[in-house]
């Protein structure tokens, strides 16, 4: 079982007026086969925690410690968190041209396992894959991201998800900007992920609209750089209903 164990985590971001204070001593623990929803206002924290689990040099670590599967992880470079099973879905995924989607996929793919994968075999994989998001294979030739729409981008970031298999999966607000269509191929994507490989989600987002297509075992509500409270399900439907202003935010 793959354990992320994130412990009193403490984060700043160098600004103008010097180091700004984002997390403020957060507790959570991931494992294989959970998925836990990180909700909470703009500005709680949601998306530092994210980054700074890849390894953002943005994002300055202060304090704290984060264990995956018995390794330090913030002793870690991007590439070596990669490797280690961390995969992390960005909010505003980026355009690489020049790149193929194809190159790019498959050299992950090398660097990750450590050897290429066998190519008919990959090339299956990539097909069945893109058929399952409902993404045209001429996409395979096109620049990374460059001229994708807002959902084809996400798509693509679940494609690579599915195909890397990492351990644990860390979503930034995979729904925003997705219509209703997008929306439900997405999660099943992220389903399917989650019933071959065990995946470990952390799920980031504002609403409750994805939670409807993926169930969260647990939410966490982060206010202010903390979780302010946490619960199964019903906390989702309670936010819902009630929003952040009991919270103060």
């Known amino acids: 079982m793959t354990v992320l164990d994130i412990r009193d985590l403490h984060v700043s971001v160098d600004t103008a007026e010097g180091a700004k204070p984002i997390l403020r001593g957060v507790d959570l623990t991931v494992r294989s086969g959970e998925t836990h929803a990180i909700m909470g206002p703009n500005g709680s924290g949601k998306s530092t925690l994210a980054y700074s689990l890849a ?5 300055r670590v202060t304090s704290g410690s984060v264990i995956l599967d018995g390794q330090d992880l913030l002793a870690m470079s991007v590439d070596q968190r990669a490797k280690a099973g961390l995969f992390l879905a960005m909010q505003y995924p980026v355009e690489v041209p020049g790149v193929t989607v194809s190159n790019f996929l498959r050299t992950a793919k090398t660097a990750i396992d450590g050897e290429a994968p066998p190519l008919r075999r990959w090339v299956k994989d990539v097909r069945v894959a893109m058929e399952a998001l409902r993404m045209d294979p001429q996409f395979a030739e096109r620049s990374v991201n460059e001229g ?7 798509r693509h970031e679940i494609l690579q998800m599915e195909l890397l298999r990492p351990r644990i999966a860390i979503l930034d607000e995979t729904d925003s900007g997705l219509d209703v269509d997008a929306l439900r191929i997405v999660a099943e994507g992220v389903n399917r992920a989650k019933s071959t490989t065990d995946l470990g989600v952390m799920l980031i987002t504002h ?6 297509y993926i169930r969260p075992d647990f939410v966490h509500v982060f206010v202010a750089g903390r979780i302010a409270e946490q619960g199964g399900p019903e906390l989702a439907d309670r936010l819902e209903e009630e929003g952040y202003d009991r919270f103060g935010a």
């Open 207 to 212: 609403y409750t609209r994805v939670l409807q």
């Open 148 to 154: 994708f729409s807002g959902g084809e981008k996400k």
């Open 55 to 59: 390894g953002h040099p943005k994002y």
